[in-house]
């Protein structure tokens, strides 16, 4: 069965656009090895002509909150490797729309199924409730980012600062300045939950409302952005903190680390 597409504007072309770059950089990272990662964009401001049916689109039967029908989102497939985002997007991701009901989605574009049957990411229920708070927050952060970097992995690993969110978060705003100033509101710590579960997604939801990255505990981290290359500096500066902290406990020592004074004075350059 050829399934129907919709046209996509050149606007939200762009936003892809950003999101396959991004991917190369992940990539060079290591933090999104095999299928590792996820990434979804709010497209339902941009998406403004729809069709009048959705007879003829693929449909995918889901458990998604009252609050997320018709909402339209580009998201990753299950699966799919990331770093092949930029040579066939259409393979690797789709965009879908949430059904009146909440009972499933359409896909409107991409997910395409060379090799079985395309699926959204494991993790779709999160970047659905994330969303959905987002929809309500005065930040406009239409991105959310999920990979597997592996410095803040390693600290989540840590039987003291992995176990303590005060503790973490000194542990990176405090090995320099920027880390500080550019993810202020710090990073969430949630514990071990199940991949793709609904209460990894509830709490990193409601995580992601106060904080700038969401850390799940021996997995990976989250967070949002007005577009995907701001989500990505989120992590990238909470990670660099934890690098540091790392490199410095591999020279054999415990980092000094900036004082709360010093950090304070450096909240005041905002
Ligand atoms: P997906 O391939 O289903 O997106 O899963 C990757 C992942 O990182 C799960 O947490
Ligand atoms: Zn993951």
């Known amino acids: 069965m050829q399934w129907e597409q919709v046209r996509l504007l050149d606007s939200v072309l762009e936003e892809i656009e950003k999101v396959c770059t991004v991917a190369a950089t992940l ?18 401001a941009k998406l ?3 069709p009048e049916s959705y007879d003829s689109f693929r449909y995918l039967p889901g458990d998604f909150p009252a609050g997320a029908a018709g909402m339209v989102l580009f998201v990753t497939g299950s699966g799919k490797r990331l770093r092949d985002l930029s040579g066939s997007v259409e393979g690797v991701a789709c965009v ?3 059904d009146e009901g909440g009972n499933g989605c359409h896909i409107l574009w991409g997910g395409h199924n060379e090799e079985g049957a395309f699926q959204p990411s494991s993790e779709f229920i999160a970047h659905v409730m994330i ?3 987002k929809k309500t927050a005065t930040d406009k952060h239409r991105a959310v980012l999920h990979v597997h970097p592996q410095e803040l992995i390693a600290l ?4 003291v600062i992995g176990r303590d969110e005060r503790k973490l978060n000194h542990a990176c705003w405090s090995m ?17 939950m199940l991949p793709g579960s609904k209460d990894l997604a509830t ?3 409601r995580q992601l409302s106060l904080r700038d990255v969401v850390l799940w505990s021996k997995h990976g ?4 952005g007005k577009d995907i290359g701001e989500a990505f500096d989120y992590i990238d500066v909470a990670n660099k903190g934890a690098e540091i902290y790392l490199q410095c406990l591999s020279s054999g020592f415990v980092p000094e680390g900036m004082s709360d004074r010093e950090m304070n004075g450096v909240m005041r350059l905002l």
């Open 48 to 50: 403004t002509e729809l």
């Open 96 to 98: 879908a729309r949430i």
């Open 131 to 133: 969303h959905l708070m």
């Open 156 to 159: 989540s690993h840590h039987p």
């Open 203 to 205: 709490a990193t939801a």
């Open 176 to 192: 320099l300045p920027e880390i500080r100033l550019f993810v202020p509101r710090g990073i969430g710590l949630v514990p071990f």
């Open 221 to 224: 981290a989250v967070a949002t």
């Open 27 to 44: 990539w060079q990272r290591r933090w999104i090895e095999r299928n590792g990662g996820n990434i979804s964009l709010n497209l339902t």
